[in-house]
């Protein structure tokens, strides 16, 4: 995915994905991108994604709390476990603006994907399709030529990410190239 393919990118970034409904008046758990809740808490307007679809909704967030360790997240308009069923597996995007700062080796999830991933070799491994949270330290899936290759997003193996070049230089783990055959 390209800036051109996808305008939104600069004013919007990803910080939860919804997972289930919780509860029968439209709750969902929200599986936040970081481990920093402040831009959930904080949360008002914003846009829910559908991947599948391309479809972007915008929201009103009502109420954000965590329960037994989980983040829950209710939005207005969503009343019903079934009204919060259909938006599983959503992406909650909140405008760059109303985030707080990113600190140094931060990065939004949205600018992370479609940056070409090369070696310090230069050799192209592909372009970063989507980001896996662990939670623990977040994985890179890469899609290139011959497949996907998983990395770990850990600086040790990210020599240089240029979002203006719009390309990491990654030095992956030993042995990682070999399972993968590449």
Known sequence: MSKAENPTREKYATIG????????????????????????????EGELVDDNSG???????????VYQNKAVIKFEGVNTIEAAKRLTGFRLELPVDALRPLEKDE????????????????????????????????????????????????????KQLDLKKQEIVAVPPEGLLDIYEI
């Open 17 to 44: 994905i919804l997972r289930r409904s919780r509860g029968n008046r439209g709750e969902l758990f929200i599986e936040p991108t970081s481990d920093d809740l402040i831009n959930l808490q904080n949360a008002r």
């Open 55 to 65: 479809l972007r909704h915008q929201i009103r967030v009502e109420n954000f709390w």
């Open 107 to 158: 990065y939004y999830v949205n600018d992370l994907i479609g940056l070409e991933v090369k070696l310090e070799t230069g050799r192209v491994l592909g372009k970063v399709d989507k980001v896996i949270p662990t939670g623990g330290k977040d994985v890179l899936m890469i899609k290139g030529q011959k497949g996907e290759i998983l990395m770990p997003f850990v600086n040790r193996f990210i």
